[in-house]
């Protein structure tokens, strides 16, 4: 195999990788927010142990980029499209920790606490769930077209969250006595609002990849 085929090869390889991180990230942030509506803390617990796992695909991901700069030496487009793969891996492991920390809010809430999740916390979690499948299609086949679907996504993301906080805040107001609960569920509310910032920053590395541009779509 020349080298320019070796090269394409192990770009190839690559991306693989990290559409799978990608995947291992969503189906953290999925379990995550079913345990909270369970209150399953031995699943809180899994996705917090399967963190580690994450962490670790990140880093052999980051080494396999390194070493492809090193020993290629790419410039222009070959070069970009390493140091994004940089960027949006770790924009990855970030939306797996988010995911991590609404797993910790479950432990935090405990087994028995006799409240109702906020309904738009699910929705909120699917909303992401898509978004994550349109930036790693548009990142697979470099498709800009896709990836600017992603502002106006982020802030329907957006508007739920502030949706949830208004609703949880009135509780507050007359439920004082649930501080713990209005808490966590701030707090996972935000976690998936951060986990749909750092998609749209993956749709802002792939519009930059192909048009050499930066746009804002958060």
């Known amino acids: 195999m020349v080298v320019r085929e070796q090269f394409e090869a192990d770009l190839s390889n690559l991306k693989e990788d990290i559409i799978s991180l990608s995947n291992a990230s ?3 942030l999925f379990k995550a927010v079913d345990a909270l509506y369970n209150q399953d803390l031995a699943l809180a ?20 980029t ?22 949006i891996t770790t924009d990855i492991e970030r939306m797996a920790d988010n995911a991590k920390n609404i797993a910790k809010s479950t432990l935090h809430l405990g087994e028995d606490h006799r409240l109702t999740v906020h309904p738009k916390i699910k929705e909120m979690r699917d909303m992401a769930v898509e978004m994550n499948n349109i930036a790693m299609r548009a990142f697979e086949y470099d498709d800009i077209s896709i990836a600017g679907k992603l ?5 329907n993301v957006d508007r739920l969250y502030e949706w949830v906080i208004k609703d949880i805040l009135n509780e507050t107001a007359t439920n004082p006595e649930k501080i713990q609960y209005v808490m966590q569920m701030a707090f996972s509310a935000r976690y998936i609002e951060r986990f749909a910032d750092h998609i749209t920053n993956i749709g802002e590395n792939i519009l930059y990849l192909v048009k050499g541009e930066s746009y804002k779509l958060n």
């Open 151 to 155: 502002s106006k996504m982020d802030d």
């Open 45 to 64: 617990n899994t996705i917090i142990d399967e963190d580690k796992a994450i962490d670790k695909q990140e880093l052999a991901i980051n080494e396999q």
């Open 26 to 28: 969503v189906n953290a």
């Open 66 to 87: 390194i070493l492809l700069i090193a020993k290629q030496q790419p410039v222009a487009t070959d070069l970009r499209r390493l140091v994004i793969a940089l960027q």
